[in-house]
């Protein structure tokens, strides 16, 4: 019971910071869009669109999450938790695909502004507060996302307060070609809207890549590798432990270890010694799920067939 708690506690603080960036994206992109379009402003249009886009991959972030808490069944014995990851892949494919087209747009009218003279309409001033107020409203989504994303270990989340972080830095960008526009530097404001489609692109990278990593069962690290090894160093009658393999499974860790035991201890002495080397890893680490002990006599070399896996 208390594991059930703990998951819906999870599910319930991803929902709240997918439900938030929603609705923030939503509002913002109707001001943006709007305030662009009434103000001449092609950085804040850019922006707005940008926003567009988000309350889009939000919404399937949101499907995305709950087939992620699908129960395990035949052919997924460990869950379809992977969905977070597959959710994190469209955020960074959405975000990829809306930072060329802004990145495009904008090149063309500051070309057509600088190559031919193409007149430009004078930016209204209102255009500013807009992007100052998605400054102000991102900066807070930022930091609660991202907490959330760090307290719940789910990729989607974290790849949307990457994207909160990357919009922060998209409406700093359109302000400051606001502010050079209507100082008399019209093609600053396209120019503008080039670089939050910069700010957007490195983002859609940094999406992909993370996600693709934790797809392809990249090796988390030495720092986990230590601290399994440390928690089975301490199980009485383990003597060593000879290798680690993890991989990351959703937001927790699956793990298979090779630990050496006394060779003349009976089966059933091994089996228990595994079972506590087990239960010790489990209990002082939240984020692992499962863990397979395999042993064998310490001094021998292990092997696939050599001992006794857990399985």
Not at 207 to 231: F, Q
Not at 292 to 304: E, F, K, L, M, N
Request: proline share 3%; net charge neutral.
């Amino acid at each position: 019971m208390t594991e059930k708690k703990a998951e819906d506690g999870r599910a319930d603080l991803c929902d709240s910071a997918v439900r938030l960036g929603l609705y923030a994206n939503i509002f913002l992109a109707l001001l943006k869009t709007v305030a662009g379009i009434l103000g001449h402003s092609s950085g804040l249009l850019a922006d707005g669109i940008n926003s567009t886009s988000d309350v889009v991959y939000y919404v399937a972030v949101m499907v995305f999450m709950r087939l992620a808490r699908k129960p395990p069944d035949e052919e997924h014995p460990y869950g379809h938790s992977q969905f977070e990851t597959i959710g994190a892949l469209v955020v960074g494919a959405f975000v990829l695909t809306t930072g060329v087209a802004i990145f495009w747009d904008s090149i063309n009218k500051g070309y057509d502004l600088y190559a031919h003279g193409a007149a430009a309409a004078e930016v209204r001033a209102f255009t500013l507060w807009a992007a100052a107020a998605t400054v102000a409203l991102k900066v807070w989504l930022a930091a609660r996302t991202r907490a959330i994303g760090r307290e719940t270990g789910n990729p989607a989340v974290s790849a949307l307060a990457a994207d909160h972080a990357n919009d922060i830095m998209a409406a700093a960008a359109a302000g400051t070609g606001i502010v050079f526009a209507r100082a008399g530097h019209a093609w600053v404001d396209p120019l503008a809207g080039a670089v939050v489609a910069v700010f957007i692109l490195r983002t859609g990278f940094g999406i992909l890549k993370d996600s693709s990593m934790e797809l392809m069962d990249a090796v988390p690290g030495g720092r986990l590798d230590a601290a399994i090894r440390a928690v089975l160093g301490e199980v009485k009658g383990v003597t060593a432990v000879e290798e680690i393999a993890s991989h990351r499974f959703g937001p927790y860790y699956m793990v298979n270890a090779t630990v050496c035991v006394d060779g003349g201890i009976s089966v059933s002495e091994g089996d228990a010694i595994a079972t506590a080397a087990e239960r010790a890893v489990l209990k002082r680490m939240d984020f692992v799920k499962k863990i397979y002990i395999h042993y064998h006599p310490a001094g021998r070399p292990c092997g696939p067939r050599r001992g006794r896996r857990r399985v």
